[in-house]
């Protein structure tokens, strides 16, 4: 295990990670810190480089696309999110819009792991733009939204909040350096109390599978033995890495 971080920065960075955003303040609190201390954690780290800078993601589902997992040794080139296993494997999701473009995948990828209860949506043009306008710049206001869109103040704020409620605000991490343990975790019914655990909250998981992350080891061996005791068929492989590139929001009309 890395002795760059401490345990508390850890556990702020797997927070970071399954939020999908930073509330310093909340942490502090669960921490027992003060807010002000985890925002100086949270400098260090990017300093060190083990945090990437923050950027705006957005699930495929919320610009009317399918998305499936695969697992293989080749991600391709068409992957919104994959993690890449110890042993050099991939675990990677790619979206999709027709079942005939699904199967195309099938052929190409392997049998897919289906993402449960996915509803993909359908946009409205001027909640494109706003969410188009919200990625490229995540400090917007909704006076901002009332002056480029002439909209009147309850719309605007009304659709920042939409906006941020459908993307995730999310940094890049260096496991190895950071000391987190991350797993894929398989198994053939829903794993009690892994969603808190989850890369991404509702991003990162199928039917079967769920990429999961710990501050330390010893707190992941304690929820995945607790998880093959209440079902035999879990199984857990680590991640060394990730990637996150959401479908191209920029390049789809209005």
């Not at 999310?170 to 343990?181: A, K, Q």
């Not at 991350?182 to 198994?187: M, N, Q, T, V």
């Amino acid at each position: 295990m890395s002795s760059l971080l401490s345990y508390y920065e850890r556990v702020v960075l797997s927070s970071i990670l399954t939020e999908g955003r930073i509330n310093f303040s909340k942490l502090g609190r669960t921490l027992g810190r003060s807010r002000q201390l985890v925002f100086y954690w949270v400098r260090r780290m990017l300093e060190m480089g083990i945090l990437g800078p923050p950027q705006v993601y957005v699930r495929p589902d919320v610009v009317g696309l399918y998305y499936a997992f695969f697992q293989g040794r080749d991600p391709g080139d068409e992957y919104v999110l994959a993690f890449r296993t110890l042993g050099g494997d991939h675990i990677f999701a790619v979206p999709f819009r027709t079942p005939t473009e699904l199967q195309e995948l099938s052929l190409r990828y392997g049998t897919p792991m289906f993402v449960p209860n996915l509803k993909p949506q359908r946009l409205t043009p001027l909640k494109l733009r706003v969410l188009k306008m919200y990625i490229s710049n995540p400090q917007i206001t909704s006076s901002d939204l009332m002056g480029e869109l002439g909209l009147g103040q309850t719309a605007a704020r009304r659709l920042l909040k939409w906006a941020k409620s459908v993307s995730i605000v999310t940094y890049s991490v260096d496991l190895p350096r950071s000391g987190l343990f991350a797993a894929a975790l398989f198994a053939k019914a829903p794993i009690p109390g892994v969603t808190r655990y989850t890369f991404f909250r509702c991003y990162a998981k199928a039917m079967g599978f769920y990429g999961v992350v710990f501050p330390d080891v010893e707190k992941a061996s304690q929820f995945i033995e607790e998880a093959k005791r209440l079902d035999p068929s879990v199984s857990a492989i680590p991640l060394v890495s990730y990637q996150l590139r959401p479908p191209p929001i920029e390049e789809m009309p209005y």
